[in-house]
């Protein structure tokens, strides 16, 4: 087993005629953070989104944990999808679930486990993010950071090898931010292999083992993250990081 | 108006009553399973949807009565003879299947990308997609016109008079051909549609207000 | 929440019953004349005349679209003898009554019975026709007598005498009730049921074009008159009408009529005298 845990070679990607992937070859380390950095529209939801399926794409190699991936086998996807937690920007809990009821659903019916284990990591997970107190509550009692946390456990407590975080604080008012950045550095310390799209540049700097700066659909800069951004080595990264002057 | 005519009509309008109800709930029951079953294979685009299409085109577009004609007086031509309580269920879950059909994939439709794509990243299977994510939300959204359906449904059993049905319109022409007492037949008639679909309204209204309260989000 | 359903229920049920009753009160109170009067028929060059339209030998529409029948033969008299053109208004048995006093029809030739029960609510000018209610079925399982179908399928027309015959003296059969002619045929040839009663004189008619069927029980009940109907308290168009009836009686109209609309349809089980009235 390498310290790779997705390798990407020469992959392209077309919605009809517009291209939104071109040529990419990244790999993501293993129990580190990689953030994945880019101007709005240049293909970074799209980019993680193929590595658990949402989306196919048109030609390239993908490989996942060491298994290569045939974009157009939704089966090879299911096998390990539960594998691969992720956390989108829009609230996505299941508003006719209650807040326990949406962290169990995964656990009980897709990895079959055992009710009881499944609660107690449950309340564990809870009260890690602040939550205690909250697993009888239906999401639309909720303020927006609380179902962001209540939607990182759901993705946690599938025990992934991997998590995609999709521009999680982008949707949340200014106050809430903080909370669920404060989680998301946690996690980052917990050895959690993560692949993290974000706006936030002063966590992303925090935070970042990695970064894949994305302009275009094209990789511009494959780099560590440090060295990202104190000597960025493109003129298009160096904009790109004057224009968020953080 | 005479009350002696409407109190002997009383047991023939209660008979008609309660067969009217028994064939329009069963009726119903199987047109929202029939519902169902065709607008997630509509949603799902499973293999022969477009056949389901024509069959939805069709149902829709012709009226119950042809559809009955077709059942009781045309089926037996081809040595399929179906009795006529039979034929009336038959064709109320023919026309209903499609209105059902209509209102549940409008409801699933309804259900955001984000949901469905959140029940994929959890792991759920197609099947456990449906049952825990879709068909739940769906449902909220169909609800008003699976309302409307249902009591478009039950008006719709009048027309089984024309396959000697004795149901609560037949009851009543039955009755007025008889006695020619027109006014206090089709008061009865009136009254016995209202016994059952003014209470049947008020109630989907107040389940689906109560659905919706304890429900919806986001 | 039940207080609100409750109290909206009687509410419409009391809007119902109020709708009901005033209709019922102002609809009794007018006994002078009922109706458009033979003045007023004639000046309006139009007459209309409530017939049936599936009603072979009687009232019937041919395959070209022409109005055929006994009835129709009538109809056609009554328009010419008027000096009017004649409007068809084309009814199914049970709504010959309502035709009449809702105003849509100046008179019925629709094969009319005259019973006890119709004539409270209508008026009939005099008979131009017998008949009584007779019964078919397959000759394989031939009823011959009533009794024979008791707990048995039996087809009836809505609003006939038969129907009548069937609710009020025989209870025994379990009825089929069908609201046309097409439909209780139909019905018939489908096997839904073991016999069909109506006037006798359409089975005969029927059963000579399906030789499977035969006419067992050919009376039953009281011999019964066909005459026109008028609506209740017309007397302008009932005394016209009685003299028109009285008239073709006496000068052999009805035995042509029936030589050229009813002979070519029905077997050798009748004869022109057993149909016609002749004085």
């Given at each position: 087993m390498t310290d790779e845990i997705i390798q990407v070679r020469h992959l392209n990607k077309k919605f009809g005629d517009k291209v939104v992937l071109t040529d990419i070859n990244l790999t993501i380390p293993k129990n580190k953070v990689t953030v994945v950095l880019g101007p709005?529209?240049?293909g970074k939801s799209t980019l993680i989104r193929t590595f658990n399926g949402l989306e196919s794409f048109d030609s390239g190699d993908l490989e996942i944990f060491g298994q290569k991936i045939d974009p157009h086998d939704k089966k090879a996807f299911a096998v390990i999808k539960h594998e691969i937690g992720m956390v989108f920007q829009s609230y996505d809990l299941f508003p006719n679930r209650t807040v326990m009821q949406n962290i169990t659903l995964g656990p009980l019916k897709?990895?079959?486990?055992?009710e009881k284990e499944v609660l107690g990591q449950a309340r564990q997970l809870l009260a890690e993010v602040g939550l205690e107190k909250f697993e009888n509550y239906y999401p639309r009692q909720l303020s927006g950071g609380q179902k962001q946390r209540v939607a990182i456990v759901r993705a946690l407590i599938l025990n992934p090898k991997l998590m995609l975080f999709d521009e999680v604080t982008a949707s949340l008012d200014p106050e809430m931010v903080r909370g669920v950045l404060e989680i998301l550095k946690q996690l980052a310390e917990q050895d959690l292999t993560m692949v993290v799209v974000t706006h936030e540049m002063n966590f992303a700097k925090q935070v970042a083992d990695k970064v894949i700066f994305l302009d275009s659909g094209e990789i511009v800069e494959e780099q560590a993250g440090q060295k990202f951004f104190q000597e960025p080595q493109t003129k298009r990264a160096r904009v790109f990081l004057e224009s968020m002057s953080f | 108006m005479s009350w002696i005519y409407i109190q002997q009509a009383i047991p023939a309008f209660i008979n008609g009553f309660f067969l009217t109800l028994k064939l329009a709930t069963i009726g119903i029951i199987g047109a929202l399973l029939l519902g169902i079953v065709v607008a997630f294979w509509l949603y799902y685009q499973v293999i022969g949807h477009h056949v389901l299409r024509l069959y939805i085109a069709v149902s829709r577009n012709t009226p119950l009565l042809i559809q009955l004609f077709f059942i009781y007086y045309g089926l037996p031509g081809i040595g399929l003879k179906i009795p006529a309580e039979q034929t009336a269920i038959l064709g109320l879950i023919f026309l209903g299947g499609s209105y059902m059909a209509d209102a549940f994939l409008g409801g699933l439709e309804a259900v955001p990308k984000i949901q469905v794509e959140s029940g994929q990243v959890v792991g759920l299977s197609t099947w456990q997609l449906a049952r825990y994510v879709i068909f739940p939300q769906g449902i909220l959204y169909s609800l008003p016109a699976i309302g409307a359906n249902i009591i478009f449904l039950i008006k719709e059993t009048s027309i089984f008079t024309v396959i000697a049905i004795p149901e609560i319109t037949n009851t009543a022409l039955d009755l007025i051909g008889q006695n020619y007492r027109s006014n206090e037949y089709l008061l009865m008639m009136v009254v016995s549609y209202a016994i059952i679909l003014i209470p049947l309204s008020l109630g989907l209204s107040w389940f689906e207000r109560r659905l919706r309260r304890v429900n919806f989000s986001n | 929440m039940k207080k609100k359903i409750i109290w909206s229920l009687v509410a419409v049920l009391v809007i119902i019953v109020g709708i009901f009753s005033v209709h019922a009160l102002t609809s009794k109170d007018s006994s002078s004349q009922n109706g458009r009067t033979i003045q007023q028929i004639k000046k309006s060059g139009e007459i209309k005349i409530a017939v049936f339209g599936d009603l072979k030998p009687y009232g019937w529409v041919d395959q070209n679209g022409n109005r055929q029948g006994y009835d129709i033969a009538l109809a056609k008299k009554i328009g010419q003898d008027l000096g009017v053109k004649v409007k068809y208004v084309q009814v199914n048995a049970n709504a010959r009554v309502d035709a009449l006093n809702s105003g849509k029809a100046d008179i019925a030739l629709a094969n009319f019975t005259v019973t006890p029960e119709r004539k409270q609510v209508i008026d009939f000018a005099k008979p131009y026709m017998k008949v009584s209610i007779g019964v078919a079925s397959k000759k394989a399982s031939l009823i011959t007598n009533v009794n024979q179908l008791n707990g048995k399928n039996l087809i009836v027309n809505k609003g006939t005498t038969a129907e009548t015959y069937f609710t009020q003296t025989y209870k025994n059969a379990k009825l089929l009730k069908f609201d046309s002619k097409t439909q209780q045929f139909a019905a018939l040839s489908d096997g839904r049921a073991d016999a069909i009663t109506d006037d006798n004189s359409y089975l005969f008619a029927w059963v000579k074009d399906h030789p499977d069927y035969q006419v067992g029980i050919k009376q039953l009940g009281d011999q019964a008159y066909i005459a026109p109907g008028v609506q209740k308290g017309n007397k302008s168009v009932l005394n016209w009408t009685n003299d028109e009836i009285k008239k073709l009686n006496n000068n052999g109209f009805f035995t042509g009529d029936y030589q050229q609309n009813l002979a070519p349809f029905f077997g050798d089980d009748v004869k022109a005298s057993d149909i016609t009235i002749n004085k």
């Open positions: 709005s529209g240049s897709v990895q079959k486990r055992n | - | -």
